[in-house]
């Protein structure tokens, strides 16, 4: 059981937008501590999308946007893309475990 | 290039131990704190262990405590994990991940894995 709530699976048509959600609490988001968000293609390592909540990275595409508010934070696709199709995963911390990180248990990301 | 191989994973009995190897390159390796993270066949990530750049501070995940070491060696740009008293649960890929940012640090970027299967 992760202490960062994502949906297990979210679908969606090319060209569409999509949104996947991590729901924390007042130990880990809710106590102001930044998200992260990375992708996870299938069969590969998983890569940086997202940090410090609605950071990209060089080489990610303005169609990845993450926000947070709250205890929760979420991750934005628009344009949908076939290679878009992969688990995307959540990481952030929390103060009340000594884990030196928590991640969501991820969400399949299906492209119809 | 900045890249991360990990190596050592294979087969093993449970009880028994494993020492996985992370090389770096393309960037200054001593700088930075290293992780690894596993991932347990059609599971989530799990955070593992973290050490700092110098080696002078190191954490563990609960379920790994006791049974596992992380240590580096700069000189080698190289981060290794000691696993010893193997279990069932502990099969999953390896990844050693650079770490970046302040607490929470995010983890960029990340190697191929390596993995671990532990069976009798």
């Known amino acids: 059981q992760s202490v960062l709530t994502q949906p297990p699976s979210v679908s969606g048509a090319p060209g569409q937008r999509v949104t996947i959600s991590c729901t924390g609490s007042?130990?880990?988001?809710?106590?102001?501590?930044?998200v992260h968000w990375y992708q996870q293609l299938p069969g590969t390592a998983p890569k940086l999308l997202i940090y410090?909540?609605?950071n990209r990275p060089s080489g990610v595409p303005d169609r990845f946007s993450g926000s947070k508010s709250g205890t929760s934070a979420s991750l934005a696709i628009t344009g949908l893309q076939a290679e878009d199709e992969a688990d995307y995963y959540c990481q952030s911390y929390d103060s009340s475990l000594s884990a030196h990180a928590v991640f969501g248990g991820g969400t399949q990301l299906t492209v119809l | 290039e900045v890249q991360l191989v990990e190596s050592g994973g294979g087969l093993v009995q449970p009880g028994g131990s494993l020492r996985l190897s992370c090389a770096a390159s393309?960037?200054?390796?001593?700088?930075?704190?290293m992780n690894w993270v596993r991932q347990a066949p059609g599971k989530g990530l799990e955070w593992v262990s973290y050490i700092s750049s110098s080696g002078s501070t190191i954490y563990y995940a609960d379920s790994v405590k006791g049974r596992f070491t992380i240590s580096r060696d700069n000189a080698k740009n190289s981060l290794y994990l000691q696993m010893n008293s193997l279990r069932a649960e502990d099969t999953a890929v390896y990844y050693c991940?650079?770490?970046?940012?302040?607490?929470?640090?995010?983890?960029?970027?990340w190697g191929q894995g390596t993995l671990v299967t532990v069976s009798s």
């Open positions: 410090g909540n609605s």
């Open positions: 991940a650079r770490v970046l940012g302040l607490l929470p640090n995010w983890f960029d970027p």
């Open positions: 007042s130990s880990n988001i809710g106590a102001g501590y930044d």
């Open positions: 393309g960037f200054t390796f001593s700088s930075y704190e």
